[in-house]
């Protein structure tokens, strides 16, 4: 299984972005997956996750600015974000774990058991 990130950058507050995680080695359909992130000397921390039926969870940080979803036929998962702040600064990482609705909800990236490389975003 492999997780491959793309579409980080540098923008100006205000501006927009879309992150995309491409998965191979199985179908994703199935599956939990989720965006986090992690900050300099800080711990990673979980950004939004979509189950199968694509139902969506998000941190209260980002709720009604950042949407998660995912393309089961191109096994893409996506994560558009919107009216960025310098506080969204971070390397932002996709992640696959169990499909289930607690796993979800908790946002919590050790129920997670694979990742990608990590894509770095900067606002400022």
């Known amino acids: 299984v492999q997780l491959v990130e793309s579409g980080g950058g540098s923008v100006l507050p205000g501006g927009s972005l879309r992150l995309s995680c491409y998965v191979s080695?199985?179908?994703?359909?199935?599956?939990?997956l989720g965006w986090f992130r992690q900050l300099p000397g800080k711990g990673r921390e979980g950004v939004a996750t979509i189950l199968r039926d694509d139902s969506t969870t998000y941190a209260d940080s980002v709720k009604g600015r950042f949407t998660i979803s995912k393309d089961n036929a191109k096994n893409t998962l996506y994560l558009q974000m919107n009216s960025l702040k310098p506080e969204d600064t971070a390397i932002y990482y996709c992640g696959l774990g169990p499909g289930d609705l607690t796993v979800a909800r908790s946002l919590r990236p050790l129920y997670f058991s694979h990742w990608g490389q990590g894509t770095q975003v900067t606002v400022s």
């Open positions: 080695g199985l179908s994703f359909s199935r599956f939990c």
